[in-house]
């Protein structure tokens, strides 16, 4: 069906983004197609997970063995957004959800008493107008846990199926954000853990629910011996994708995780991070909040007992 009717047509499973979007006309399509059928279920292994797109944030965020092996990723699905729109949205839309600004974001008529913008109906970047590219920020929670754990999609499509890792999946542009086609729908989730793997996911945002990241970290750390034999560390919503660290990778590899190599960690892992103001707060303050939320993810994913080894 996507593939017959073309851009005029758009898929729908929670629908807890799509909808108050179409609210706003911010998408103009005239046909929903309903992803209900999608299978709900989590397939263990034992050093990885397969989940199906249709499982629900708030399933997620309590199964067992998510919360056991792959912590991080449980705990960054139980802080999407708040209890009744976790109860509807799945992991599949979360790692599809669109970009967000501040300018964008509004109703109908704010956007056109301001001129429109360049994502939807508009020519240039509110928040950049030399620019000729759009900076709406990626505000997905699950995805930088998903790719910090090796995370790779099942993609199904009218040619059929595909595989894509989940760091591919998505472009450094605010308005094609995604790779994956019109007419192509995730259909699971696979997450790997080697042993030792430690897991945390830390979200900063104005409220405690609802509220869309203005700054997140997802770190997976694998220790060997008390040193670090591997690391990701991925950022969410200060770029218009989910931002690696691979300076901070690069310099924790090989050392203990102490209160000082977690700072320094922090520290180049902030660098890459540009926030503009375009999204909730000020962007000056948000640059310097990366650094504590990495410092914070690093610690709790090194305070984590042994049951959380994977």
């Not at 303050?285 to 305070?303: I, N, Q, Y």
Request: charged share 25%.
């Amino acid at each position: 069906m996507a593939a017959e009717l073309g851009p005029s047509a758009m898929f729908v499973a929670g629908g807890t983004d799509l909808y108050p979007k179409l609210k706003r006309r911010q998408f103009e399509v005239d046909t929903l197609i309903g992803l209900d059928f999608l299978s709900r279920g989590v397939r263990n292994g034992s050093t990885e997970c397969v989940i199906d797109a249709g499982v629900t944030l708030s399933a997620a965020s309590r199964d067992p063995h998510l919360n056991s092996a792959f912590f991080g990723y449980a705990e960054a699905a139980g802080l999407v957004s708040s209890p009744p729109l976790r109860n509807a949205g799945t992991i599949g839309g979360n790692l599809c959800v669109d970009t967000r600004c501040n300018y964008y974001d509004m109703t109908y008529e704010w956007r056109k008493a301001a001129g429109f913008c360049i994502k939807k109906d508009g020519d240039i970047c509110l928040v950049a107008p030399s620019s000729p590219r759009c900076w709406a920020v990626s505000s997905s929670d699950t995805a930088p846990v998903a790719i910090a754990l090796d995370g790779v999609v099942t993609l199904a499509g009218p040619d059929g199926e595909r595989e894509l890792p989940v760091a591919e999946l998505y472009r450094d542009d605010g308005i094609e954000y995604m790779a994956k086609r019109h007419d192509e729908v995730v259909t699971s989730l696979r997450l790997r853990a080697e042993p030792g793997t430690r897991t945390a996911y830390v979200k900063l945002r104005r409220r405690g629910s609802i509220d869309f990241p203005i700054a997140g970290a997802a770190v997976a750390v694998r220790l060997d011996g008390g040193a670090v034999a591997g690391c990701r560390i991925v950022l969410s919503a200060v770029a218009s994708h989910p931002l690696d660290a691979d300076a901070a990778e690069a310099f924790l590899k090989g050392k203990a995780l102490t209160t000082e190599t977690i700072r320094e960690a922090a520290e180049l892992a902030a660098k890459p991070a540009k926030p503009l103001d375009n999204a909730d707060l000020s962007h000056f303050w948000r640059k310097r909040m990366v650094r504590v939320v990495v410092e914070r993810a690093l610690e709790r994913a090194s305070d984590q007992p042994k049951g959380f080894d994977g």
